[in-house]
């Protein structure tokens, strides 16, 4: 592909600007830089080693804890980092000189010659819907690359090892900057509450960020989303879309799409259909099934053949901190949902309890509405353990419903606190409803540090 079609002869370089140097950031400066960009990266913060070798490598200019203005408001266009956010002055000066800003996904769109896209969003189970459909993929014999948010960036991905297919899992914030970005499958898994700090407060906003994935979809394009959930239904109609809609659903028999009945998949694709008992099913839990209908749906867009399908979904193990069963002692069993950093995950994973739960609650919150947990709490939860330095919500929303609530400060003392009061038969479920970054880098290290502390007990 031409590296830089829109520059003449004589014009020089086009100026890129990336905004952060994480994952994405550095994936697109490694691809702006290999189709003849002139890039700078700055980071207002340190850069890892890891990032800071990459692009010390490919020799490109770098700053990290400053921002130079005078240099980056000489950008051609600017690539933002999805954690920067648009209240950043620095931002605000971008905008105001009227530079256009874009993510990294978008830049990396531009790059991906004939290859297809399945883009997956939602509040909740993009990881696991996103790791599926991937399974699914490889198991049907593509050559597919995992990227987005999790595995590498889409651009370093590009630049680094081209595929036919990329499985990208997408957030709202990376949705935020898009023009053209287009994937041929697009899976919207629900809408909750979430990163309300972000969205000024106000759900619509977040909403539109989500629908944003099919905007630039076309009539032979693919938009896979969940009949189930109220708030994509109650939007859905706002949205011009273009593509050919397939939902999931688990009240009714659908013409087209996926649909449980008598605790059966059924998977209507044009003229085909398929069957599956769902306890056949390798994930359990209800919000697995219809992780699992999205992504038997969107791997069926691209070909894969309904027997693969059946065999990924018989086979597939679930993530790492994602209702992760991590010990049994003293017949406490101790479970690693570290990845529920909203409410409506741990609403799913309290769903999902059988035995009485001590539950592991709490970190930053993001504009939290603990009262849809309250139900949950009240038939599920014997004792909450605040794990965080807010822990003041958690305090006013179940201090009347939950007999027993402590806060503690370190994975070390919330697993204590909880082993202690679990009795044998009981569930100690580690399912925060919050980010991480009070405590811990991120919800990896806080998943890794709670795995750590129950086997040290």
Sequence with gaps: MNTSAA?????????????GAGESGVGAALLAKQKGYDVFV????????????????????????QHTESKILLADEVIKSP???????LVKKIRAKGITVISEIEFAYRYKGNSKIIAITGSNGKTTTTSLIY?????????????????????????ENPKPLYVAEISSFQLDDIKTFRPDVAVLTNITEDHLDR??????????????????QQAGDVFIYCLDDETTIKNINRYNIKSTLYPITMSKELPQGAYLANAKMHLKWKNEEMQMSIDDFKLKGKHNQYNSMAASLASTAVDIRKEKIREALQTFESLEHRMETVITIKGVEFINDSKATNVNSTWYALESMEKPTI????GVDKGNDYST??????????????????????????GSIVPLIVNTTSAEEAVQAAFHFASKGDVVLLSPACASFDLFKNYEDRGNQFKQAVKNL
């Design 7 to 19: 520059i003449q002869p004589g014009e020089g370089l086009k100026k890129l600007v990336i905004l």
């Design 42 to 65: 700055s980071d207002g913060g340190a850069i890892k080693d890891l990032y800071k070798e990459a692009l010390q490598k490919s020799n490109i200019d770098f700053e990290e804890a």
């Design 83 to 89: 954690g920067i956010a648009e209240k950043n002055e």
């Design 135 to 159: 399974y699914m993929c490889k198991l049907g014999g593509i050559d597919c690359a995992m990227v987005g948010n999790i595995g590498y960036s889409f651009a370093r991905q590009i630049a």
């Design 199 to 216: 969205y000024d407060y106000k759900i619509q906003n977040y909403i539109g960020s989500k629908f944003r994935i099919a905007e630039n």
């Design 359 to 362: 539950l592991i609650l709490g």
């Design 373 to 398: 947990l309250k139900e949950m709490v009240t038939e599920k939860v014997k004792a909450i353990v605040c794990m965080g330095t807010d822990t003041r919500k958690i305090h006013e929303a179940f």
